[in-house]
């Protein structure tokens, strides 16, 4: 055993990685005072074991750490995708602009405490760097430092023990960092008086309002629509918020067109969201109770059903081009893509793997799921070509120069940032190339937690190393700093966003995990708070915050 763990192979790195993951992930069931810090325990059992000499060669530790990281966060990105930019619409604006107010506090609680301890500048920059998890902000400013030092007649030498020195910063900090950034969480939980299972029953109820599916009758009694095709009312008075799925006549019920021509006394079944029942009255007419009964076509019967897109003819093709209503007088009304709900848009692009809420007829039912395929019992296969690809492409947007006038070296986003970029487009942008990147939420997770995991343990073995001894020779007093730079920014942040944005709880966990990039705090605010919310929110800002924090790392080291 010891040849095996000593002789530093292959075979040994794996038994010391496993060994973190797996003892890791069983302190992990065991709480501290109520508190689980779950998947975070692979880090300090990482810190542990190197620090008792089981450790990985730097070139392998690297590369687990880096793939890992990329794992992580292309899961994410890719689970994001469909609904990002919506989300982005929504609230995406004032969120970003809260993650630069972030990445703003950092660096001046940052040079405040050099101003006001005398500590080297760039020294701090690696405490900050580890405070808010950013190791691509690490190396970043190892990188700036280094080119400086020569540049002003430095040796190598030199220039590589300054670098030395603001990786141990970095290395303490880190843990710190996220024991601050998990405590400002819980701290934050009871200053705003939370209880999560009201906080997610407000906030179904609030979707529920904005999004669920609403059926009503109404008879035409505007004049201002008599004579008016369908299609022309709806782009005139209120978009794609509404589907007319019957209509009927005197007696006589039928499956309307977009060319429909309303008529005065027409009756109509409508299909709209609870958000726009008011205006749906106000542009048709008189709301009057449903009578199902009353809307059934003689031999058939109205029904609502969800579907599953298996055909991969599909991909890539339009509501609008399917034509689905004329052919098969079956109106879809909802998307489930990827664990995200989006609206049954016109010209929204279907792939393999989403679900399609409809309504209509038994038979016009059968009808479509043959079309679609209908057999989600082979979703269960990924489809693992686009993944790879995708994270062949994010690690070269990750190494692509950014370069600013003013700045001597170019910016980059790293492997993390690159992944994530390229995820999140490929989940949005996808079926509109007709690529599949359909991947079953449990594979989804999976490669999320096996990612994680590796991620976790790297970091702690390779700050296992110089853990102690940095501790000891003064570097104590840069666990208060680490703690002073991330839960300062995030206490300021979350209260603007709380009392002036007005933003519920579980988005702030989503912006404070994004914004400090911490996916340490992303996974354990999942799991603490068992919503999938936050990672929404973690993706909608954590791509431009990757960006500053790596152009901050810069900043501050050339100041």
Not at 23 to 50: A, E, N, P, Q, Y
Not at 69 to 75: D, G, M, P, T, W
Not at 90 to 108: D, E, P, Y
Request: charged share 15%; proline share 3%; glycine share 10%.
């Amino acid at each position: 055993m010891n040849n095996l763990i000593l002789q530093g192979g292959t075979a040994g790195a794996i038994l010391i990685l496993a060994l973190v993951v797996a003892t890791g992930l069983w302190l992990s069931r065991f709480k501290v005072f109520g508190i689980s810090l779950g998947s975070t325990w692979i880090l300090f059992m990482g810190i542990i074991l190197s620090h008792l000499g089981l450790r990985i060669d730097a070139t392998m530790l690297s590369f687990i750490k880096d793939f890992g990281l990329i794992l992580f966060v292309f899961a994410i990105g890719l689970q994001m995708g469909p609904g990002f930019f919506q989300s982005f619409k929504k609230s995406g604006i004032g969120m970003n602009v809260l993650a630069v107010v972030m990445v703003l506090l950092t660096m001046g609680v940052t040079f405040l405490l050099h101003v006001i301890t005398g500590d080297d500048l760039g020294v701090l920059t690696g405490v900050m760097s580890g405070a808010v998890t950013n190791t691509p902000g690490l190396g970043a400013a190892q990188q700036t430092l280094a080119d400086a030092t020569i540049a002003l007649g430095g040796s190598e030498e030199s220039a590589a023990e300054a670098t030395s020195t603001i990786a141990s910063a970095y290395a303490v900090a880190y843990p710190f960092g996220v024991l601050g950034a998990i405590l400002t969480v819980l701290s934050l939980k009871g200053l705003f008086r939370i209880n999560i299972d009201k906080e997610k029953a407000r906030l179904n109820n609030v979707d529920a309002e904005e999004s669920n599916v609403l059926r009503i009758a109404c008879k035409v009694e505007n004049p201002a629509i008599f004579g008016k095709r369908l299609a022309s009312i709806a782009e005139e008075k209120m978009g794609e918020h509404f589907v007319v799925s019957r209509i009927m006549r005197g007696r006589e019920v039928s499956i309307p067109d977009s060319d429909w021509v309303l008529a005065e006394g027409d009756k109509l079944l409508i299909v709209t969201d609870l958000g726009h029942r008011d205006l749906v009255r106000i542009i048709f007419g008189e709301e009057f109770d449903v009578d199902m009964q009353s809307w059934q076509r003689p031999g058939s019967k109205l029904m609502s059903r969800r579907l599953s897109i298996t055909q991969s003819d599909i991909t890539g093709k339009s509501l609008r081009k399917l034509d689905i209503r004329h052919k098969y007088g079956v109106t879809v009304t909802r998307i489930l893509r990827a664990g995200i709900e989006l609206q049954a848009e016109p010209d929204i692009i279907l792939q393999v793997g989403d679900s399609i809420q409809v309504v209509g007829s038994e038979e016009g039912i059968r009808s479509l799921s043959k079309l679609i395929g209908n057999q989600p019992e082979t979703l269960s296969k990924p489809n693992l070509v686009p993944i790879f690809f995708g994270i062949a492409l994010g690690v070269l947007v990750g190494t692509l120069p950014i370069r600013f006038p003013s700045m001597p070296q170019p910016i980059r986003l790293g492997l993390a940032g690159g992944a994530l970029i390229v995820a999140i487009l490929l989940g949005h942008f996808g079926p509109k190339l007709r690529i599949t990147t359909y991947t079953a939420l449990s594979a989804n997770l999976m490669i999320r937690e096996i990612g994680l995991s590796l991620f976790l343990a790297a970091v702690g073995i390779d700050a296992g190393a110089t853990f102690v001894s940095s501790l000891l020779e003064g570097g104590y007093v840069w666990i208060l700093y680490a703690l002073l730079i991330v839960m300062i920014p995030m206490t300021i942040v979350a209260l603007i966003a709380k009392y002036a944005m007005k933003m519920d709880y579980l988005r702030i966990c989503g912006l404070l995990a994004g914004s400090t990039t911490d996916v340490v705090l992303l996974s354990f605010s999942e799991q603490h708070f068992a919503s999938n919310r936050i990672a929404v929110n973690y993706a909608t800002v954590y791509p431009l915050t990757m960006f500053l924090r790596v152009v901050a790392a810069q900043l501050m080291i050339m100041i």
